[in-house]
């Protein structure tokens, strides 16, 4: 989905109206993936991970 669109974004909230059972199983896979990756530890490494290709070039 291109996240510029606005009718994508129309066409996936329509769809998970019409299918709150999916928004709901898709919701927690999400959430246990953002929980795993998305933590304080993971953002500093890439920071720092950038940070230093910047400083080589």
């Known amino acids: 989905m291109?996240?510029?669109s606005?009718?994508?974004?129309?066409?996936k909230i329509k769809f998970y109206i019409?299918?709150?059972e999916i928004l709901n199983k898709n919701s927690k896979e999400v959430s246990i993936i953002a929980?795993?990756?998305l933590t304080?530890?993971?953002y500093g490494e890439r920071?720092?991970?950038k940070y230093n290709e910047v400083l080589k070039k």
Not at 6 to 11: F, L, N, T, W
């Open 2 to 4: 291109d996240i510029r």
């Open 6 to 11: 606005p009718k994508q974004i129309s066409e």
């Open 18 to 20: 019409s299918n709150p």
């Open 35 to 37: 929980n795993k990756k």
């Open 40 to 42: 304080i530890e993971s």
């Open 47 to 49: 920071l720092i991970k």
